[in-house]
């Protein structure tokens, strides 16, 4: 499994982790970011994973994964058993965010944290004009039947990080495709639509 087989977010977030170290992947899906550090950056490391078919193919990757619902904490991992602890696309799928968090912090030395941007230009216009929860590309689902429990914004999450005293080492935005570009970086929180965090503990 090569890394032109990433996704463009998790590609960003290979090129963050350094060659050997150790890797806990949480809502890893199928296994592809772990064995893609694998193979190319003599990583080694856990994934945890609730869906079974993702586990399956984990599991078909080589992938040491661990069925577990991430709300429950990371209790069977000691303080900085890892590295870096990523967790991509899956945090506002949380109940407790804020505690997930506390927990990457506690098991991993540096993490990253990546998740859709509610504060876009685009969800405030379609709930502003439709009076409706927004749509768009990186946000599909209807409110009904989205995965997304909480969902926020750049601020948001930067302020939660000050609650919860965590240094954002640096931050990239992207669109829905996953480009970069000067005015993304110039407003966050207005015109990127996926944020990607790397975050550790002071």
Same mark, same amino acid.
């Given at each position: 499994m090569s890394a032109m087989t990433l996704r463009p977010d @998790? $590609?960003?977030?290979s090129d963050w982790i350094q060659p050997g170290s150790r890797v806990l992947d949480l809502g890893c899906g199928d296994g592809t970011l772990l064995a893609q550090l694998r193979e190319t950056k003599?990583? $080694?490391?856990y994934g945890i994973e609730y869906d079974i078919d993702n586990i399956n193919a984990c599991i078909q990757h080589g992938i040491n994964v661990i069925h577990r619902n991430l709300d429950k904490? @990371?209790?069977?991992?000691g303080n900085d $058993?890892?590295?870096?602890?990523?967790? $991509?696309?899956?945090i506002q799928a949380m109940h407790y965010p804020d505690r997930v968090l506390v927990e990457m912090l506690r098991v991993g030395r540096d993490c990253v944290v990546t998740f859709p941007n509610a504060g876009h230009w685009a969800a405030r216009l379609h709930l502003a004009l439709k009076g409706r929860m927004p749509q768009s590309k990186a946000l599909p689902h209807e409110w009904y039947n989205t995965p997304n429990l909480h969902l926020c914004s750049v601020v948001d999450f930067e302020s939660l990080c000050h609650q919860l005293g965590i240094v954002i080492v640096s931050r990239t935005m992207v669109d829905y495709r996953y480009n970069q570009n000067i005015l993304l970086r110039a407003l966050p929180n207005l015109l990127g639509e996926i944020a990607i965090y790397h975050i550790r503990k002071k």
């Open positions: @998790l $590609s960003i977030i003599e990583v $080694s490391g904490g @990371l209790a069977e991992f $058993s890892f590295d870096y602890v990523i967790m $991509s696309q899956t």
